[in-house]
């Protein structure tokens, strides 16, 4: 029998949420992570409390490490220090073509030797390339994964004719219904979320699905398209030849004399050294989607001004604004965490999608016998929807009691997918009834015990002395207690839904055992 719209569109919903249902619920994790991922850098990275930026010694003293180290390169870009980040990061284009980049001490110029961990941007990197899957690959699965989860919920909207109508009736503890409810409200509650996050994600990476339109604009320098909706391009025809350019502190003087006294957020300087070398500061402080912060633009050997302005290319803003909408770089503190909300939104309804999938087979299957399908399934949504959390908690705590020196293994990450497997063998020999309060346990512990230790392990090290200090740290333990609470929750609640579907598995069992010898 032919199958209608709505139940093809039902199908391939369900497959393709299974199918990539754990994928995703790691990216959006992760993302949701990333929102917070400069609070992160600096909860795992105490030392820096304790720094002081001022920003005309950074740019001075970043400055002079390029002109002693990086005199003949190509270009160079520094990334100015600031009180959520208080370290220079610069980098620079070779004279062969290679890049280099360093951290810099921001008051002194030396190159800072920091512990080898990464901080919030190992979230950052798993969510938009899969840590340890190669570069390119990585990029290109998540891709993929994105384009998917458009299918994914657009096929939902259409497969539930009553989505916005169900979007009231929420009845809770009720087995199969719970979930199908939960996955329901969850959806239609973000579905702006989940629509505009997964759009601009495959957006922002267009250039690897479509890889001839970027060849065709830039056929022999790629790179060419980031520098563009980077910087405002200013071109000469002038060859290069050595010149001595201006110290940094006149284009500081000149920004001040237009901005007044401003955040610089980053300076890169094009051909340095040279009578064509072009010294442009941008702006940090930009609020709007397309974070199009003004730039000042001078002939670094003249100090002419060659542009006042912001770039409003098309290209730059059409880029700006689809990576903006992602990355919520303009979001205030509440809405901030709306979208982190959001986020963690997103991951119920994964969640609730994989468990309904789960439970439905089961009601489904006739027999009361073992079936190997359902078996890992169940065992992959523990280790996805439990496992991961713990896992990324583990990292944090792995930063808590290991000093991982400069060079070093990075242990953190060790920790994340040694506990983040580990979670997977124990839900393989876990009884189906304990499945799911054993795991949540785990993660209770580790939610509760993590921020009483931290505080602990920074007063013992003298990181923190009055709670002005400790509202660095305290940011982050809050997120961790608000999960704390949830997982509690969750822990005295799942129990009767359980009860519900194993009591309608097993009705359902002895009916049919019942109809077998009438038939």
């Not at 502190?249 to 000149?254: A, K």
Request: aromatic residues 14%; charged residues 15%; contains cysteine.
């Amino acid at each position: 029998m032919q199958k209608s719209v709505r139940q093809s569109m039902a199908w391939l919903h369900s497959w393709l949420g299974l199918t990539l249902g754990w994928l995703l619920f790691a990216i959006f994790l992760t993302g949701a992570a990333t929102y917070y991922r400069h609070e992160i850098n600096l909860w795992m990275q105490p030392q820096f409390a304790t720094m002081q930026v001022k920003q005309d010694t950074a740019m001075n003293s970043a400055y002079q490490y390029l002109q002693k180290n990086a005199a003949d390169a190509q270009s160079w870009y520094i990334g100015v220090a600031s009180p959520s980040s208080p370290v220079n990061k610069i980098y620079w284009q070779k004279a062969d073509g290679g890049y280099e980049n360093k951290t810099l001490d921001a008051n002194t110029g030396k190159e800072v030797t920091l512990s080898a961990t990464q901080g919030g941007e190992f979230f950052y990197g798993f969510h938009y390339q899969l840590y340890g899957v190669p570069y390119f690959i990585g990029r290109l699965l998540v891709t993929i994964a994105a384009f998917l989860m458009l299918i994914i919920l657009i096929s939902g909207v259409i497969t539930h004719k009553k989505i916005f109508t169900e979007f009231f009736t929420l009845r809770a503890f009720k087995g199969q219904r719970s979930y199908l409810d939960f996955h329901n409200v969850t959806s239609v509650i973000a579905l702006p979320f989940f629509l505009t996050i997964t759009f601009t994600g495959l957006a922002i990476f267009f250039y690897l699905i479509l890889p001839n339109g970027m060849k065709k604009l830039y056929p022999e320098q790629p790179f060419q398209y980031f520098d563009e909706i980077r910087n405002i391009s200013i071109s000469s025809e002038a060859k290069p030849t050595p010149a001595t350019m201006h110290p940094i502190e006149y284009f500081i003087q000149q920004s001040e004399q237009r901005w007044g006294k401003t955040e610089i957020g980053n300076i890169t300087v094009k051909h340095p050294n040279t009578n064509i070398a072009q010294v442009n500061l941008v702006e940090s402080t930009d609020r709007s989607i397309t974070r199009n912060q003004a730039q000042l633009s001078f002939n670094g050997e003249s100090g002419a001004l060659l542009g006042d302005t912001r770039n409003n290319s098309a290209i730059a803003t059409l880029n700006n604004g689809v990576y903006g909408l992602h990355m919520a770089h303009f979001a205030q503190p509440l809405l901030r965490f709306a979208l982190f909300f959001s986020g963690l939104l997103g991951c119920a309804m994964i969640a609730s999608g994989l468990l309904l999938w789960s439970l439905k087979r089961q009601l489904q299957n006739k027999k009361q016998s073992f079936h190997f399908g359902h078996y890992v399934v169940n065992r992959l949504n523990t280790a996805a929807i439990i496992g991961l959390p713990i896992a990324m908690l583990s990292y944090l705590c792995a930063n808590r009691f290991l000093q991982l020196e400069a060079g070093q293994l990075n242990y953190e990450i060790y920790a994340f997918f040694g506990t983040w497997l580990l979670s997977l063998v124990i839900a393989l020999l876990t009884p189906q009834q304990h499945l799911w309060k054993t795991q949540l346990e785990v993660f209770i512990f580790l939610t509760v015990s993590l921020p009483i230790f931290n505080l602990y392990y920074l007063i013992s090290h003298q990181y923190v002395h009055d709670l002005n200090e400790y509202w660095l740290f305290l940011r982050v333990d809050l997120m961790i207690v608000i999960l704390a609470i949830l997982a509690i929750f969750l822990h005295q609640k799942i129990q009767p839904i359980q009860q519900k579907a194993v009591q309608k598995i097993q009705k359902k069992y002895a009916n049919t055992a019942v109809q077998e010898p009438n038939s």
